[in-house]
């Protein structure tokens, strides 16, 4: 059994940043997901979607995932939709322990009302689509997850504690 970490969950729930913190303060290896892609094809998310398309975009993500096949002993962000492929769940769940971070759409709204990189909520930057949204999407999150970590009125730090814990 492998000893890598799936942080999954809805855009804006902290991933990354906690990713950063286990990073940080644990010094624990880390892989974002969406900058590994931004990297690879030399352009933003949003250009990604914008020139080649979603579809594309999601296949990067699997063969990505399939890609980590032999390593161990890391934290992987994942994107936000990352954990809705069955292909990808399966391969998480035998390279290592999925944790999804979990938060209302309220508390998603605050985090990602700012930003810009996120082609799914462009024009769409509501409470109203943030819920409809998360609820297509959370059954399978909680599917795909071995541990559940409730995010809302939590800081960075303390999520990594809970997660060290699990
Ligand atoms: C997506 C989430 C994004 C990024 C892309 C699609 C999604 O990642 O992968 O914009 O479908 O939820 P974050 O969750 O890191 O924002």
Do not use: W
Not at 108 to 130: A, D, Q, T, W, Y
Request: aromatic share 6%; with cysteine.
């Amino acid at each position: 059994m492998k000893n890598n970490i799936f942080l999954i969950g809805f855009m804006g729930t902290g991933k990354s940043t906690v990713a950063d913190v286990l990073y940080r303060k644990y010094g624990m290896r880390v892989l974002d997901m969406d900058n590994a892609i931004e990297e690879k094809e030399g352009m933003s998310i949003s250009e990604i979607f914008k020139i080649h398309g979603e579809e594309y975009f999601r296949n990067l993500e699997t063969s990505l995932i399939m890609s980590l096949e032999d390593k161990d002993n890391i934290v992987v962000s994942c994107g936000g939709g990352t954990a809705l492929r069955k292909e990808n769940v399966d391969a998480m769940k035998k390279y290592g322990r999925v944790i999804l971070l979990d938060a209302t759409p309220e508390t998603i709204f605050e985090r990602v009302r700012h930003s810009n990189n996120r082609p799914l909520l462009e024009g769409n930057k509501n409470v109203e689509f943030i819920r409809d949204l998360l609820s297509q999407r959370i059954d399978r999150y909680k599917a795909a997850a071995d541990e559940i970590i409730k995010v809302d009125d939590k800081n960075a730090e303390d999520v990594c504690k809970e997660i060290m814990k699990a």
